[in-house]
């Protein structure tokens, strides 16, 4: 058996991991944090067996949600694969199992009364307001991931058979080859924004950073969230389930309400699963059963 230091061991695993970077980031940070767990308890990675692993699996459980759970056990289940496949060391790892991923909305989406709330909200005097109208704007009515619409340049929005569009890199992309149709009120708010914008070349990002360190550069996802989460709760959305991904489900849902049909919504909004839309439309039938549950029409029989 093969003997090398654990960060040796994960740096080694990531050269061999055919994925992104952004990937191999997240690879390494779930792995940092088993190493920072089993060293804080004083032991050696050679030395843990497959009880510690259940232990750790078990910690993990009391403070993080499912999905973050599964996404560590995944990650940490891969590595050890990868070691006993070198030489390294034993899976000890193979007995772990995955618990089941949530299949539902995390965030809530908004009503229709919210969304109209929503935009009022914005001040649209100054760049700034413009700025956010534009980007509320994008993320309600496409529905796009915000590193979908950090990633966007001026010089990606263009005319297609009388159609404004915007070619999209899209999440694990690493081309912009996809492209969503502009709606007028997208449109004009992004037209209104960008005429307020100094310096303005093909190659600027569409949402800049207004920030002293970073003005005119990317704005990052970061600030978009903040952004998005400090209007929702100046209309009084303050719940935790209420954030930037909201108004992705808000773009689903709206379009199956207005019969986009699920195989639409599901190109819509870059679906890789027919399965993740149709979570869409059991959400829509929740409601639909709230309001009209055939439970409360027996009061009315009986």
Known sequence: MKSLHFTGLVELFLQECQVSEASKKTYWYSLKSFYGWFNDKGFQYSELTKVDLIKWK???????????????????KMFYKW???????KNIA???????????????????????????????????????????????????????????????????????IIYLQRKGSKDKSDLIVLSNKTLESIHNYLELRPYLKETSPLF????????????????MSQLVKAYLKKIGLIDKHYTAHSLRHTAGVMALKNKAGEYATQIYLNHSSFATTQLYTRGIENELLLENNPALMTDKIY
């Not at 989406?109 to 509320?136: C, H, M, W, Y």
Request: proline share 2%; aromatic share 6%; net charge positive.
């Open 83 to 89: 070691m006993a496949l070198n030489d390294f060391g």
């Open 94 to 164: 193979d007995i772990i199992k995955i618990p089941s991923k949530y299949k539902g909305f995390r965030k809530f989406p908004l009503s229709l009364k919210q969304v109209i709330s929503l935009l009022e909200s914005v001040n649209q005097e100054t760049l700034k307001g413009k700025r956010d109208f534009a980007l509320l704007n994008l993320l309600l009515r496409n529905g796009l991931r915000l590193i979908e619409a950090q990633r966007i340049n001026i010089e990606d929005i263009t005319l297609i058979n009388e159609k404004h």
């Open 58 to 76: 078990n910690e993990l459980e009391e403070t993080k949600t499912s999905l973050t759970v599964s996404n560590y056990l995944i990650i940490v």
């Open 208 to 223: 800049i950073s207004l920030s002293r360190n970073n003005y005119g550069g990317h704005m990052n996802t970061k600030s």
